[in-house]
């Protein structure tokens, strides 16, 4: 019904920068949100950032107290599409990063959606 296609995932040294992107497309009526997860080994599952789209001019932005000032989150309303910038990076943000969306269909009920995953690894 809805896909979420996660994209710009790889290997980085420290200190670098990477950008994610996730795409969502399929039965789609509006996105209320879209953000991005992650999952280290052995670890829960824990928002990094997420957007939410605002009757003001800004949208509402919202980050993890250790991405704060590093990673920065932004939407194309028009392609369904939600980036992740992500600058300086450090060996502990090493995980496998989801891509989320909030999403009320066509037809059906509002949802939560989960992209595959992409995998980022900082090392050196």
């Known amino acids: 019904q809805v896909q979420l296609v996660e994209s710009g995932g790889g290997l980085v040294q420290p200190g670098h920068s990477l950008r994610l992107s996730c795409t969502a497309s399929g039965n789609i009526f509006t996105i209320y949100a879209m953000g991005w997860y992650r999952q280290a080994p052995g670890k829960q599952r824990e928002l990094v950032a997420d957007?939410?789209?605002?009757?003001?001019?800004?949208?509402?932005?919202n980050y993890a107290d250790s991405v704060k000032g590093r990673f920065t989150i932004s939407r194309d309303y028009a392609k369904n599409t939600v980036f992740l910038l992500m600058s300086n990076l450090k060996p502990e943000v090493t995980a496998v990063y989801y891509c989320?969306?909030?999403?009320?269909?066509?037809?059906?009920?509002?949802?939560?959606?989960w992209g595959q995953g992409t995998q980022v690894t900082v090392s050196s």
């Open positions: 989320h969306a909030d999403i009320l269909p066509y037809w059906g009920t509002r949802n939560d959606c």
């Open positions: 957007i939410t789209s605002s009757d003001t001019s800004s949208d509402m932005t």
